[in-house]
């Protein structure tokens, strides 16, 4: 039994989001990551990943992603407009006798091809931005670039997730997007757990029960950090009263701490009081994870 | 030749569309018969490169002129390629443009805006 319980501790993948963006997400996420004796941090916000300007990676490696996306033949092209009629993102014009391409508002669902009588539509690659792997003293630091105007980042956020094999005694901390739509879905998929990051105003809380919702509907064990926190009522923390959710931990509004994160420093590489805060929070969520994974696997 | 406008109402007394893709008709007019053809914008609930799809409207309705007062790059570019001219509308109603329009009074729209280019994640 001992065994079993190493091992999960071993491979633990925990998803942090919250509802609006400023919350607090890659604040928790990078501390988390750099607290614990060996990790790996992933920055799935794709569209402005932050997390590399904290840790500063060294040996960065870099991969392209690309999508399918659809060339025309128009030799064979009968102009028949199944392919425009069927693309539900309007990425198809018919213009001049031949279909036109808006690249950047293709989904790449391949649909057209399928759909056109004529096989007068093929795939190409198209490059729509790049995965990047460093290493920053004990953490290795994977970054999501999706390409400025592209339409989904959830291609990128797939070979991150994908890239990522941990090994021996890991634990995986996932930097979602904020909100709660397709890349945050794709972002959490595969987490053990999830961390929602709330702030004390009544905007926080609006936006904490998004990500509650979703997490939900995932069926994903959960619990909230409080961050921001003042001496004052806490919106947020009546919402998880409210609500029966578990308060996993606190983080005060403190402007040392603000500070040293609107410095791009990590708040536990420079400061003993920050450290041993983290590193708490860490053990209180490895345990409330544990026993999440145990009692409902 | 036949000219196109988004409007927002159904007649030519009504306004001018402000947003060319979510506009919910557009009238398309004929200057030689003086015929009126309302069209409802399909494109208008899209979630997604409604300009696209309301450019391919005034494309397939064979309009010579689009008369708009902005409009997005995406858009701009289907009705460029099909040779689609783009003015400027001026404040007032449909019939105050044809008009401006039939005297030479509304300029070439020379401004296109980005767009959403398909931001449609968050």
Same mark, same amino acid.
């Given at each position: ?16 989001? @919250? ?54 033949? %128009? ?21 001049? %006798? ?9 989904? @790449? ?20 931005? %790049?995965?990047?792997?460093?290493? @920053? ?27 990522? @094999? ?49 997490v939900n509907l995932f069926h994903k064990p959960f619990g909230v950090i409080l961050n921001k926190c003042l001496e004052d009522d806490n919106p947020a923390e009546t919402f998880c009263i409210e609500n029966s959710i578990k308060i996993l931990g606190r ?35 490895r345990k409330e994870v544990l026993h999440k994974t145990i009692i409902n696997p | 030749m036949k000219i196109a406008i988004p409007v927002d109402g159904k007649d030519l007394e009504s306004s001018v569309g402000v947003a060319f893709g979510r506009s919910p ?45 902005? =409009? ?33 009074? =509304?300029?070439? =729209? ?13």
């Open positions: 039994m001992r065994g079993v319980t190493e091992k999960q501790t071993a491979n633990m993948m925990i998803a942090v989001l @919250s509802g609006k963006g400023g919350a607090g997400k890659t604040l928790v996420s990078v501390n988390l990551a750099s607290a614990a004796e060996t990790s790996t941090y992933i920055d799935c916000d794709v569209e402005e990943p932050n997390g590399h300007l904290f840790f500063k990676p060294e040996e960065v490696q870099e991969e392209k992603v690309s999508v399918l996306i659809p060339q025309v033949d %128009k030799e064979r092209c009968d102009g028949c407009r199944k392919c425009i009629d069927f693309c539900r993102f309007n990425a198809l014009a018919y213009i001049n %006798k031949i279909p036109i391409l808006f690249d950047e508002v293709c989904h @790449s669902c391949g649909g057209c091809i399928l759909v056109c009588p004529k096989m007068a539509l093929t795939e190409k690659k198209r490059v729509i931005g %790049k995965v990047q792997k460093g290493k @920053s003293d004990q953490v290795t630091v994977y970054t999501g670039i999706l390409n400025t105007g592209e339409a989904s980042g959830v291609p990128i956020i797939k070979r991150l997730l994908s890239e990522n @094999s941990p090994e021996g005694n890991k634990l995986t901390i996932v930097d979602c997007p904020p909100g709660s739509s397709c890349v945050v879905m794709e972002s959490i998929e595969d987490a053990d757990y999830c961390l929602l990051v709330a702030e004390p105003t009544i905007f926080g809380v609006h936006n904490l029960n998004m990500v509650y919702e979703l983080i005060p509004f403190d402007t040392t701490l603000g500070s040293l994160n609107s410095d791009a420093k990590i708040a536990v590489r420079e400061n003993e009081q920050y450290r041993e805060m983290f590193t708490s929070l860490l053990n209180t969520v | 008709y557009f009238l398309i007019y004929d200057t030689e018969t003086k015929e009126e053809n309302l069209v409802v914008n399909s494109a208008s609930e899209s979630t997604g490169g409604a300009g696209i799809k309301a450019a391919q409207i005034i494309v397939d309705h064979k309009a010579n002129a689009l008369l708009t007062p902005r =409009l997005g790059g995406n858009a701009a570019e289907v009705l460029k390629t099909a040779k689609v001219d783009i003015h400027k509308t001026i404040a007032g109603s449909v019939k105050d443009n044809i008009d401006a329009f039939m005297a030479g009074k =509304l300029p070439l =729209l020379d401004e296109i805006h980005e767009g959403r280019h398909g931001k449609t994640d968050r």
